[in-house]
């Protein structure tokens, strides 16, 4: 079964720093763009961060630019999203997300959740003094 598992979330003051992980099981993840996105109550899913396979590239939505790095150990199958200097504004559920290999890059606008075939359940990240 293929499939992404998310961790790393919590309370953090603001100001401070979380990494997240998405440990992908049933695929490698070497061919596959991998990208986070979030949903705050009340708001739509938004894209955060996505990286591409192969050669890596990332891209960031410009809230997070400066503050939110993603990068992938394809040998432990695995995607990280360092955030520091987290905002009250960051407090969403973070979900991790798989796209099938393919030759376009990954992007995070509008309807990209669509481009994304697997995703983990998603983990709490509470931004808060």
């Known amino acids: 079964q293929l499939k992404v598992v998310e961790s790393g979330g919590g309370l953090v003051q603001p100001g401070g720093s979380l990494r997240l992980s998405c440990a992908a099981s049933?695929?490698?993840?070497?061919?596959?763009?991998l990208g986070w996105f979030r949903q705050a109550p009340g708001k739509e899913r938004e894209g955060v961060s996505c990286i591409n396979s192969a050669f890596g590239g990332a891209n960031y939505a410009e809230f997070v630019k400066g503050r939110f790095t993603i990068s992938r150990d394809n040998p432990k199958n695995t995607v990280y999203l360092q955030m520091n200097n987290l905002e009250p504004e960051d407090t969403a559920v973070y979900y991790c997300?798989?796209?099938?290999?393919?030759?376009?890059?990954?992007?995070?606008?509008?309807?990209?959740?669509?481009?994304?075939?697997?995703w983990g359940q998603g983990t709490q990240v509470t931004v808060s003094s």
């Open positions: 997300a798989a796209r099938r290999p393919s030759v376009q890059e990954c992007r995070l606008g509008v309807n990209s959740t669509d481009d994304y075939h697997y």
């Open positions: 049933g695929f490698t993840i070497d061919y596959y763009a």
